[in-house]
């Protein structure tokens, strides 16, 4: 096993585009979190999934932002109509055990033009 | 979920001095006290944790302290080299698993 990967590392978008993130977690962690980060700041938590179930979403996710889990393997996370303040890096996290020690991806940062 | 406040936010070093970052928690159920590396482009990285039964833990040139009556715990970097140029996090953690980033900080080796 490889670590958490994310795809695509980088993405370019205009305003107003719908753009979808996918995140493949260690094969045998559980949980799965996406977090946001943007420049000078620690990672904002957005939503986190046990198995294929969402347990938690943060305020900061607004109605434009969808994740999912189907299988409860990998996660996609799907931002319509973005906006410039969307522009960040994105980070997915995966976990075993409660309380966590997560393995991180390497994230994909968001640029909305 | 917990919060915790970290210092200093910004810390520059010789290269073979120590470092030390310290974070304070509130909530005295807290049972674990990771710490995380973050380098540019990267995403933040596990490099040492403790739980709340032990008073420190050691791996080469890394520790975590835990001071429960003061409710603080410290990363020790001793012999610190460029590449431990980096910004560092303690997250808070809550009963779900789900840490809180604050700020961190941002650590520079000067060689």
């Known amino acids: ?113 | 979920g917990e919060n915790v406040e970290q210092h200093p936010s910004t810390l520059s070093v010789q290269e073979g001095d120590s470092a030390v970052i310290k974070c304070t928690y509130s909530d005295s159920a807290s049972n674990y006290f990771p710490w995380y590396k973050q380098e540019l482009g990267k995403g933040p990285q596990l490099i040492i944790d403790i739980r709340s039964n032990v008073g420190e833990k050691k791996d080469q040139r890394i520790a975590v302290t835990l001071n429960k009556t003061a409710k603080h715990f410290s990363l020790h970097i001793t012999e610190t080299q460029p590449e431990d140029s980096a910004v560092y996090f303690c997250p808070g953690n809550n009963q779900g698993g789900k840490l809180i980033f604050g700020q961190g900080t941002e650590l520079s080796v000067k060689p």
């Open chain 1, 1 to 113: 096993d490889t670590g958490v990967s994310q795809d695509p590392r980088h993405k370019i978008t205009k305003r107003g585009q719908n753009v979808t993130f996918r995140c493949d977690p260690i094969s045998e962690h559980n949980r799965l979190y996406w977090y946001r980060q943007t420049l000078g700041q620690g990672p904002e938590f957005l939503t986190y999934f046990q198995n294929e179930a969402q347990l938690e979403k943060s305020r900061l996710l607004s109605d434009r932002f969808s994740a999912e889990r189907p299988k409860g393997s990998f996660s996609t996370l799907e931002i319509q109509r973005t906006e410039q303040g969307d522009s960040a890096m994105y980070l997915c996290a995966s976990s075993l055990y409660s309380p966590p020690g997560y393995t991180f991806g390497s994230g994909t940062r968001l640029t909305v033009v």
